[in-house]
C-alpha cells in the first residue's frame, strides 16, 4: 500500500520534503533547507539514499533543493527537474557552500555528482518509475518551477509546491484545470490571507519611485536573486523608467539563465529589454557610484543578511532623500525585518532616515487561489497542508471544509498518510 510521508514542511514553511512510498521503495519530492537563528542550515528528516528510486526537484529556491546534494555522497539516486531549476540550483548551492561550507554535509563534488545524475523533464512529460509515473506540471511560481503529478497503485497525486496563481512579468498562473487527483498535497503559505491585486501593487511601487527620484534620491531595492530581482527589472523596463536603473548580485547571473532559457519565462522580450537597458554592477567602481545618483539599485540579498544590498543600506540610510522598498517577506531576525519593524539596523540600531515601505509581490498563491485551485481538481478526496504555520493552516482547513466536500490534514514532520 502507498504512503506519504511528510519529511519536511510539515506544519511550518520552507524544508520541502516529501516522501512517496511503496514496499519500501521512495519517490522523494523536494529536499531542501531554512535556516535557523544563526543562520545554520536545518535540515529535513533523514532518508536513506539507497531506499531513494528516484528525486524531483520542483524548483530551484533553497528551501526545496538545500539538502539533495547530502543524498549524493556514495549512491546516486536518480534526479529530475527542468533545465532551468538544474542551472539555477547549481548557482543557489554554490554560493550556500560559499557561505556555510562546514555546517553542510556535503561540498561542491556532491552537487557536481546530483547533476551529472539529473534528468532533464519538461512540463507533461510522462515519467516511468519502478513503481510510479509522475509528470511535472506548470505552477506558476518561478521559471521552470512545477508541481508534480504522481500515479501509484491507482492513486493520484498532486504536490503543487510553492506555487501562483496570478499573472506576473515572468509567470503565467498556474493552471491545474482538468488534473485528475484523489489527493492534493499543497502549499499554504498565505493560507488565511489574500494579496491585493498585482497592477495595483506594480502601480503604487513604480510611482513610489517616481516620488524619491524626482526629489533627487536613490531608491534601494533588496531583492532575492532568483525570479524576484527580474521582476522587478522587468516592471521598470515596461514602463521604460528614465533614470539609472542598477543591478548588483547574483541577480545578474540568474539573469542570464533566464535568458538563455526563454521558453520559460512569459514575457522574454520584457526581460531581455530589461537586461540591456539597465547597467550591471562590475566591480567596485560601478558599487561605489551607483547610489551617488538618482536612480534605482535593484541588489541581491532580499533580507538584507549580506551581499551587496547590505553595502548599499549602509551607505544610503541616512539620507532621508533616499529609500528602501521592500518586495519580498522579511524573516524574523533579518535585518529587513528589524527595519521594517522599528526602523533601525545592526545591532548598534542605528538608524533608517531614507523612506522604508514595503510591497506584496508574493510569488506565492493566497486563500481565495488555493481555493480556486482545488476546486478545479477532478476527483480530489483529500488535500494535505504543508509548507504553511499552523495559524494560517488552521483557518484555511477551516475554509475549505467549509467549501469543499472533502477532508483536510495538516501533518506534521514524520507523519505518514496511508493511501488504502
Ligand atoms: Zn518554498
Ligand atoms: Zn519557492
Same mark, same amino acid.
Given at each position: 500500500?502507498p504512503?506519504?510521508?511528510?519529511?519536511?514542511?510539515?506544519?511550518?514553511?520552507?524544508?520541502?520534503?516529501?516522501?512517496?512510498?511503496r514496499?519500501?521503495?521512495?519517490?522523494?519530492?523536494?529536499y531542501?533547507?531554512?535556516?535557523?537563528?544563526?543562520d545554520?542550515?536545518?535540515f529535513?528528516a533523514?532518508?536513506?539514499?539507497?531506499?531513494?528510486?528516484?528525486?524531483?526537484?520542483?524548483?530551484?529556491h533553497?528551501?526545496? $533543493?538545500?539538502?539533495?546534494?547530502?543524498?549524493?555522497?556514495?549512491i546516486f539516486?536518480?534526479v529530475?527537474?527542468?533545465?532551468?531549476?538544474? /542551472?539555477?540550483?547549481?548557482?543557489?548551492?554554490?554560493?550556500? $557552500?560559499?557561505?556555510?561550507?562546514?555546517?553542510?554535509?556535503? /561540498?561542491e563534488?556532491?552537487?557536481?555528482?546530483?547533476?551529472?545524475?539529473?534528468?532533464?523533464?519538461?512540463?507533461?512529460?510522462?515519467?516511468?518509475? /519502478?513503481?510510479?509515473?509522475?509528470?511535472?506540471?506548470?505552477?506558476?511560481?518561478?521559471?521552470?518551477?512545477?508541481?508534480?503529478?504522481?500515479?501509484?497503485?491507482?492513486?493520484?497525486?498532486?504536490?503543487?509546491?510553492?506555487?501562483?496563481?496570478?499573472?506576473t512579468?515572468?509567470m503565467?498562473?498556474?493552471?491545474?484545470?482538468?488534473?485528475?487527483?484523489?489527493?492534493?498535497i499543497?502549499?499554504?503559505?498565505?493560507?488565511?490571507?489574500?494579496?491585493?491585486?498585482?497592477?495595483e501593487?506594480?502601480?503604487?511601487?513604480?510611482?513610489? $519611485?517616481?516620488?524619491?527620484?524626482?526629489?533627487?534620491?536613490?531608491?534601494?531595492?533588496?531583492?532575492?536573486?532568483?525570479?524576484?530581482?527580474?521582476?522587478?527589472?522587468?516592471?521598470l523596463?515596461?514602463?521604460d523608467?528614465?533614470?539609472?536603473?542598477?543591478?548588483?548580485?547574483?541577480?545578474?547571473?540568474?539573469?542570464?539563465?533566464?535568458?538563455?532559457?526563454?521558453?520559460?519565462?512569459?514575457?522574454?522580450?520584457?526581460?531581455?529589454?530589461?537586461?540591456?537597458?539597465?547597467?550591471?554592477?562590475?566591480?567596485?567602481?560601478?558599487r561605489r557610484?551607483?547610489?551617488?545618483?538618482?536612480?534605482?539599485?535593484?541588489?541581491?540579498?532580499?533580507?538584507?543578511?549580506?551581499?551587496?544590498?547590505?553595502?548599499?543600506?549602509?551607505?544610503?540610510?541616512?539620507?532621508?532623500?533616499?529609500?528602501?522598498f521592500?518586495?519580498?517577506?522579511?524573516?524574523?531576525?533579518?535585518?529587513?525585518?528589524?527595519i521594517?519593524? #522599528?526602523?533601525?539596523?545592526?545591532?548598534?540600531?542605528i538608524?533608517?532616515?531614507?523612506?522604508?515601505?514595503?510591497?506584496?509581490?508574493?510569488?506565492?498563491?493566497?486563500?481565495?487561489?488555493?481555493l480556486?485551485?482545488?476546486?478545479?481538481?477532478t476527483?480530489?478526496?483529500?488535500?494535505?497542508?504543508?509548507?504553511?504555520?499552523?495559524? #494560517?493552516?488552521?483557518?484555511?482547513?477551516?475554509?475549505?471544509?467549509?467549501?469543499?466536500?472533502?477532508?483536510?490534514l495538516?501533518?506534521? #514532520?514524520l507523519?505518514?498518510?496511508?493511501?488504502?
Amino acid at each position: 500500500m502507498p504512503r506519504i510521508r511528510i519529511l519536511g514542511s510539515g506544519r511550518e514553511v520552507g524544508r520541502a520534503a516529501i516522501s512517496i512510498e511503496r514496499d519500501g521503495r521512495i519517490l522523494l519530492l523536494d529536499y531542501g533547507t531554512n535556516f535557523d537563528d544563526e543562520d545554520r542550515p536545518v535540515f529535513p528528516a533523514h532518508v536513506k539514499p539507497r531506499d531513494i528510486d528516484a528525486l524531483v526537484l520542483t524548483h530551484s529556491h533553497l528551501d526545496h $533543493i538545500g539538502a539533495a546534494p547530502s543524498l549524493y555522497i556514495s549512491i546516486f539516486p536518480k534526479v529530475y527537474a527542468t533545465p532551468v531549476t538544474f /542551472d539555477v540550483s547549481k548557482l543557489l548551492l554554490y554560493d550556500m $557552500i560559499k557561505l556555510n561550507g562546514p555546517h553542510l554535509p556535503y /561540498d561542491e563534488a556532491s552537487v557536481e555528482d546530483m547533476l551529472k545524475t539529473g534528468k532533464s523533464v519538461k512540463y507533461d512529460e510522462e515519467v516511468e518509475g /519502478d513503481f510510479y509515473t509522475f509528470k511535472l506540471v506548470y505552477n506558476g511560481h518561478i521559471p521552470g518551477s512545477a508541481a508534480v503529478w504522481v500515479e501509484v497503485d491507482g492513486h493520484r497525486i498532486l504536490y503543487t509546491s510553492d506555487m501562483n496563481t496570478i499573472t506576473t512579468k515572468l509567470m503565467n498562473p498556474a493552471k491545474f484545470t482538468g488534473v485528475k487527483a484523489d489527493t492534493v498535497i499543497i502549499e499554504s503559505t498565505y493560507g488565511s490571507t489574500n494579496h491585493p491585486p498585482r497592477e495595483e501593487t506594480e502601480q503604487l511601487f513604480y510611482e513610489s $519611485i517616481q516620488e524619491v527620484v524626482k526629489k533627487g534620491g536613490t531608491v534601494l531595492v533588496p531583492s532575492f536573486s532568483v525570479s524576484r530581482g527580474q521582476e522587478i527589472m522587468s516592471i521598470l523596463a515596461e514602463r521604460d523608467f528614465e533614470y539609472p536603473v542598477w543591478i548588483d548580485g547574483m541577480i545578474r547571473q540568474v539573469t542570464e539563465l533566464y535568458l538563455a532559457h526563454g521558453e520559460y519565462v512569459r514575457d522574454l522580450k520584457l526581460l531581455s529589454k530589461a537586461a540591456a537597458m539597465f547597467k550591471m554592477v562590475r566591480g567596485w567602481q560601478d558599487r561605489r557610484r551607483a547610489f551617488k545618483k538618482p536612480g534605482v539599485i535593484i541588489a541581491s540579498a532580499g533580507m538584507l543578511k549580506g551581499g551587496p544590498s547590505l553595502y548599499y543600506l549602509k551607505k544610503m540610510a541616512g539620507n532621508e532623500k533616499n529609500a528602501v522598498f521592500m518586495v519580498s517577506y522579511q524573516a524574523e531576525g533579518t535585518p529587513g525585518r528589524q527595519i521594517l519593524l #522599528n526602523g533601525t539596523y545592526s545591532t548598534e540600531e542605528i538608524p533608517v532616515r531614507a523612506r522604508v515601505q514595503w510591497f506584496d509581490f508574493s510569488s506565492h498563491t493566497d486563500q481565495q487561489g488555493i481555493l480556486r485551485a482545488l476546486s478545479s481538481i477532478t476527483g480530489l478526496e483529500r488535500v494535505i497542508l504543508v509548507h504553511g504555520d499552523p495559524e #494560517n493552516q488552521a483557518s484555511l482547513k477551516q475554509k475549505i471544509e467549509e467549501v469543499l466536500d472533502v477532508e483536510v490534514l495538516t501533518p506534521g #514532520n514524520l507523519d505518514v498518510i496511508e493511501l488504502d
